[in-house]
């Protein structure tokens, strides 16, 4: 009974009650300030100033009404220079136009009306990447138009093969949503599910690309994300030719692809564009400042609140100097300061740019310094404190960095209740997750476990591009083969 | 999401190469540790001999559970059920389960004492038994694909850790090991019961193996796995050896620890510590097996959900290791559970072989 009464308030909400007639919605319409409406020899016309290109409307298509006289809607579709005018009676489609920018133009003497599309779209310039950025390679960014990004992408990939599935989601914010892939190459299920999980969705507004992310996840209450958000055409041109499926969205700078691996989320693209062995080096050292950060100062805590005994005399002595007068315990110490760093992160990411570059210095420089002065902390800690912040951000995707500096709390409260062991446990609960983990229905851990060698060739390391004869197994693509490894061979040979 | 049969869904089944993995975790375990001590108390310095007799019999054994299984059709339950009849058959299959499931809980409590003699000897072990119960339970509930996951990993642990056995060849005395053969055949037999707790494992996959993809392929990474692990077992006996003497052996509860607190980094200073919490990952690996494979069983006979036998099996090993509390218990407890496991290995898997092969006969 209750659910029912609640179906009925939704049934009867504002929004939804359609308009039985054309005239009524233009009675509804006329409300707004924005709308104008005015009649034309026997022609009424209406529209949303703020939606249409007013200069066109004026020139392109008043001028012609101006010249010629017709008398039957017909005459006018076929004579107007536009494609895509629909002559119908249906009230939805009429409501669903306008709201588009498109012209209504009713006649008198006709039940249907004609619908002219003069649509204003105004999108920012591309800029350059500022997320994702890198030294060397492309530096064009996705942009909040829909279209636009479409067409960075397809001018990567100039394929017929390269399809675009429109949906429409959000019941307020009618949010048009893109499925994008390479038919041919793409494995149909992960289509399948992308498609089935976007039309599932059932919210009312739809801002922005991590809104879909976040519903669409395989398990939504993870810390972890499941799909790769990015701002740069080239990477996802690259992982659709993996045969994965990029979400665009309209209004959202940022394109959302998947299935994907936790180890792509420490993959810079830029890695790409460097010699194979340089790369590599870097992504192994982006893997370890990425346990170092989550690592060291559970570990401080731990080594230093049980098993001193661990470290050597040498080092011992440094540390017992540089904490001889501090106050505290080393858990509290080290949340002290962990929480002092996120403070100062997150004072720095809400403030103007200018600003927050002085946060910055005032919060590292001064605060850092009169807290081991006062004595509130050691220099040890806030060196490592500071250095598993700095390498915490070494991550090119931006969403996993914040995942890096949450997790870590619970493996520093885990170590201060059993030492080593508890950082240990807290490791392990989070590998229980991990394996459970999947995007897109692929595994998360993938190519760590399960085992893939071949994919491996593109994780932690990065092989040179003549051996990676084979897309991502990862993906379980439809085509497997990137290119035909007999002829790499033979031009390798005459090199020589 | 999980169906009460013996052929599992092609999403949680694996690749046959992982069984190397899983033989070797679900091998070497908490038994590492401490079993050169029993088998030197048997053959002596010559006990090396039966660590690779003992392995050369765990391969035969593999071989003939592979053969029960493949013959079979099926998981240990449904050889049970077809060849002694729904209700014998069930009862035997409780009674293994209650071997799996006991064997945990023994090898959780005694790794739990390894924590409290070496690292906080005020530890609790009721609260720090319910919450690796909890860890055990995130594993295990997510199906055999993450037990085996963790496995894996646990592998690449326990290998690290073996090659640290290196100081004792280095500073050892290989005149340990000297008059070699010094022991009669028959002592050297005798060594090997000792022996098998280390090696108990392989009969796990009378449970596993249907999750497995390609099951004829994965005999030989199976016979592989059971040679690394006696490889590794293998090092090692012959590193505590090399650095203690018999007599001081005898004197030693788990010679591996001892032998780790030689090893000197220049960052670490005293590794036992780093080896007993790193240890904990290939203990916690086996543990996790045993108590999947307990719970599979329990829930392939009972109609109950999967979840269900998952907690009361969890329940039961937090209770099972608050109740024994000392050491001399612990050790005595371990000694009769790898009776059992040796003769569950090698008098019962070979009957069941020549039970299966008349009961064919006969249908025949």
């Known amino acids: ?496 | 999401m999980r169906t009460n049969t013996y052929k599992p869904d092609i999403t949680e089944q694996l690749s046959p190469f992982l069984v190397v993995f899983l033989i070797h975790a679900s091998q070497i375990g908490e038994g590492i540790l401490s079993f050169e001590r029993f088998i030197a108390e048997k053959a002596g310095h010559d006990s090396w001999v039966s660590v690779l007799l003992t392995g050369g019999i765990l391969c035969l054994i593999i071989y003939l559970i592979y053969k029960i299984v493949l013959r079979g059709d099926g998981d240990l339950i449904k050889i049970h059920q077809d060849l002694f009849g729904k209700w014998i058959g069930n009862v035997m299959t409780i009674l293994v389960g209650c071997y799996f499931l006991i064997l945990s809980i023994i090898v959780t409590r005694s790794y739990i004492e390894v924590i409290q003699v070496w690292m906080f000897p005020e530890l609790s072990t009721f609260w720090f038994s319910a919450v690796i119960a909890f860890l055990f339970y995130t594993f295990i509930i997510g199906g055999f694909r993450i037990v085996a996951g963790l496995a894996f990993f646990s592998v690449i642990l326990s290998t690290l850790l073996a090659s640290f056995k290196y100081v004792a060849y280095t500073e050892g005395y290989w005149t340990n090991l000297f008059p070699m053969f010094d022991h009669s055949p028959i002592e050297i037999m005798q060594a090997i019961k000792p022996m098998f707790y280390s090696y108990l494992g392989v009969e796990l996959l009378l449970i596993y193996l249907p999750f497995i993809k390609n099951k004829k392929q994965s005999l030989k990474w199976a016979i592989l796995g059971n040679l690394w692990s006696t490889l590794v077992y293998f090092v090692s006996v012959i590193a505590i050896f090399l650095y203690f003497n018999q007599d001081q052996l005898q004197h030693i509860v788990w010679p591996t620890l001892n032998l780790w607190k030689v090893i000197n980094l220049p960052f670490v200073e005293r590794f036992e510590y780093i080896g007993v919490t790193l240890h904990f990952t290939v203990v916690i690996a086996t543990i996790c097996l045993y108590l999947w494979a307990a719970a599979q069983t329990f829930f392939r006979i009972s109609n109950r959900g999967y979840k269900v036998i998952t907690i009361i099996i969890l329940v039961m090993t937090v209770v099972g290791c608050n109740t024994v509390d000392n050491f001399v218990l612990i050790e005595q407890y371990t000694t009769q559970i790898s009776y059992v496991g040796y003769y569950l290995v090698i008098i019962y898997i070979p009957f069941l072989y020549i039970y299966q092969s008349i009961w064919l006969g006969v249908k025949k």
Request: hydrophobic fraction near 45%; include cysteine.
């Open chain 1, 1 to 496: 009974m209750f659910r029912r009464s609640r179906d009925k308030l939704l049934n009867q909400s504002a929004v939804d009650a359609g308009s039985s007639s054309i005239d009524e919605l233009v009675v509804v319409m006329k409300q707004s300030d924005d709308f104008s409406h005015f009649e034309f020899h026997q022609m009424t016309i209406s529209f949303y100033k703020t939606l249409v290109d007013q200069t066109e409307v004026h020139q392109g298509i008043f001028s012609y009404f101006q010249n010629n006289r017709f008398d039957r809607l017909e005459e006018i579709k076929q004579a107007l220079p536009i494609d895509d005018i629909t002559l119908t009676s249906d009230v939805d489609t009429v409501k669903e136009k306008m709201m588009q920018g498109y012209l209504l133009l009713q006649h008198a003497t006709n039940q249907q009306v004609l619908l002219i599309p003069a649509k204003l779209s105004k999108a920012r310039d591309i800029a350059p990447p500022e997320i994702e950025y890198s030294v060397i390679g492309p530096k064009e960014a996705f942009v909040e138009d829909m279209d636009i990004n479409i067409n960075l992408i397809r001018k990567r990939l100039p394929l017929p093969q390269l399809q675009v599935k429109e949906l429409t989601v959000g019941k307020l914010t009618k949010t048009k949503v893109a499925i994008i892939y390479i038919d041919g190459i793409v494995n149909p299920d992960n289509v399948e599910t992308v498609t089935q999980r976007i039309s599932d969705i059932e919210f009312d507004q739809i801002i922005d690309s991590s809104f879909i992310a976040q519903m669409i996840s395989d398990n939504s209450n993870s810390p972890f994300p499941q799909l790769i958000d990015t701002e740069r055409p080239d990477r996802v041109a690259s992982v659709l030719s993996e045969g994965k499926v990029a979400v665009i969205c309209d209004g959202s700078p940022h394109a959302l692809t998947g299935p994907t691996t936790l180890v792509e989320f420490f993959s810079a693209y830029e890695d790409y564009f460097l010699p194979w062995h340089i790369a590599t080096i870097f992504r192994i050292i982006r893997l370890f400042a990425i346990l170092f950060s989550v690592l060291i100062t559970p570990l401080y805590v731990a080594v230093l609140t049980y098993h001193y005994q661990i470290i050597p005399m040498d080092l011992l002595g440094t540390i017992i100097s540089s904490r001889r007068d501090i106050p505290f315990p080393p858990i509290l110490e080290a949340l002290i300061l962990e929480l002092t760093i996120e403070l100062l992160r997150e004072a720095g990411a809400r403030l103007p740019m200018k600003i927050g570059q002085t946060i910055g210095i005032v919060g590292g420089i001064v605060i850092g310094t009169a807290a081991v002065e006062a004595g509130l902390t050691s220099n040890v800690l806030l060196i490592l404190v500071a250095l598993s912040a700095l390498a915490s951000f070494t991550t090119p995707i931006y969403r996993i960095g914040n995942t890096i500096r949450l997790i870590r709390f619970p493996f520093i409260i885990l170590a201060q209740l059993w030492g080593l062991i508890g950082v240990l446990l807290a490791f392990l609960f989070c590998l229980s997750h991990l394996l459970k983990l999947t995007s897109i229905g692929r595994p998360y851990t993938e190519p760590f476990y399960p085992p893939r060698l071949q994919d491996l060739k593109d994780s932690f390391i990065r092989a040179p591009f003549s051996s990676q004869t084979k897309r991502p197994i990862l993906t379980r693509t439809s085509d497997t083969n990137r290119m035909n490894a007999s002829r790499v061979k033979a031009k390798q040979g005459k090199r020589k």
